[in-house]
């Protein structure tokens, strides 16, 4: 494929505000991850002041959890400014929108049925189009910075947000658009802590991805955006990333586990090789999905070495932010883009001794060193496999 510039990005979740709050969270090694409220749901990666996040009154009907923690990622970075200099540029109609979540505002549903009547009824102020329903937040996103184009919200579990660059991608391609944003927002809520602790998939305490004793994920919440355009085509719009290949897969293996061989996620990862045009040694580093559940992390260690080797540095960050879910993607994406500025490779957290049965170059530490091109894998429930690949943005030039 042609490669996108990705000239814009924005990031919030419980490493902090902004990608440079980010970035400092991996250089000092240091997690956003909490205890829960109440003790019974482990470790969790909250986004703190959401409560006091306002929405204009032309946008209170999607007035919930999840569109006020996409609000504020919108605020932060400069991030709606730089969308609306391409809404000046390029048009409206001309910049699609393509984000991912997995379950949406559905806290505000939780909340409206403990309210209902005593017939059962839910309260009238409950707005289900506004909040609960899928399209809830690119509606409000689009609503936000005023776009017009092709709009759409992917939900294929924790690859959502992942998956929004390459349809994303296929839009710009077939000239429905010109530029697009994409990325995604997921929020912490009962269904999702009480459904992961049901599949006692919980961590005791805060997850340690890779660890010989690792015992499950920590849940966490994030929100974020990118803006992906053809590169050069607006003068002076510096790339701070380049989107050079995505590969997705389907294995439909189990609803919840992993294929135990890792062939959707080894399928995905050199269909994004082959997208990007590179072999498996040119990339630098592999940001793993690397949730802390035995099963994914085993799977994936197989994965990478059957596909890299086992020379290709790589490691998780949810240590740092816990497993945001639909956002993860979006979340781990932006951090790629950190990392590849910063020449940072950042280490799992928490890791006591490294799983003995594990042959990929699984890095426990920071390591600073060049990287040009990272690959980033999203793995979801029911066998949905996406990876991603980015690079330097000199690397337009010297092509």
């Not at 077939?174 to 809520?189: I, S």
């Not at 929100?223 to 050079?244: D, H, I, T």
Request: proline content about 4%.
């Amino acid at each position: 494929m042609q490669p996108l510039a990705l000239t814009a990005s924005t990031v919030v979740s419980a490493m902090g505000r902004g990608s440079a709050a980010s970035l400092a969270a991996l250089q000092a090694r240091r997690s956003g991850l909490r205890a829960a409220a109440g003790g019974e749901m482990g470790f969790v990666g909250e986004v703190g002041g959401l409560d006091d996040v306002t929405l204009p009154d032309e946008l209170a009907r999607f007035d919930c959890r999840n569109n006020r923690l996409a609000a504020l990622a919108l605020a932060t970075d400069g991030f709606a400014a730089a969308v609306a200099d391409a809404v000046a540029f390029y048009g409206a109609d001309r910049i699609a929108l393509v984000i991912g979540t997995s379950t949406s505002g559905v806290l505000s549903a939780e909340a409206a049925f403990r309210r209902r009547d005593g017939e059962g009824r839910l309260p009238a102020d409950f707005c289900f189009a506004g909040t609960q329903d899928l399209f809830s937040a690119g509606a409000f996103v689009r609503a936000a910075l005023g776009l017009r184009g092709p709009a759409m919200v992917v939900s294929v579990a924790c690859a959502s947000s992942a998956r929004s660059f390459a349809d994303a991608q296929q839009l710009i391609a077939a000239g429905v658009c010109d530029a697009a944003v994409v990325g995604g927002v997921d929020t912490l809520c009962g269904m999702t802590l009480h459904g992961f602790a049901a599949l006692q998939l919980i961590a005791a305490g805060a997850c340690r991805p890779c660890d010989a004793r690792r015992d499950g994920i920590s849940i966490g919440e994030a929100g974020g955006f990118a803006l992906l355009e053809r590169p050069g085509v607006r003068p002076r719009v510096a790339a701070q990333a380049l989107l050079l290949g995505y590969g997705a897969t389907s294995d439909g293996y189990h609803m919840s586990s992993p294929h135990p061989a890792g062939e959707g996620a080894i399928g995905a990862m050199r269909a994004a090789l082959g997208c990007a045009g590179l072999a498996p040694a040119a990339i630098d580093y592999i940001n793993l999905h690397g949730t802390g559940t035995p099963a994914n992390d085993a799977m994936e260690d197989i994965a990478v070495s059957t596909v890299f080797g086992t020379a290709t540095p790589c490691s998780s960050t949810k240590g740092f932010s816990g497993h945001t879910l639909g956002a993860s993607g979006i979340l781990e994406a932006v951090l790629a883009v950190q990392c590849i500025g910063a020449g940072l490779m950042p280490g799992c957290l928490g890791v006591d001794a490294l799983d003995p049965a594990f042959t990929a170059c699984v890095l426990t530490e920071n390591r600073a060193a060049p990287v040009r091109r990272v690959m980033s894998n999203s793995f979801g429930f029911g066998g949905i496999n996406c990876s991603l690949v980015f690079g330097a943005p000199d690397l337009m030039e010297a092509a």
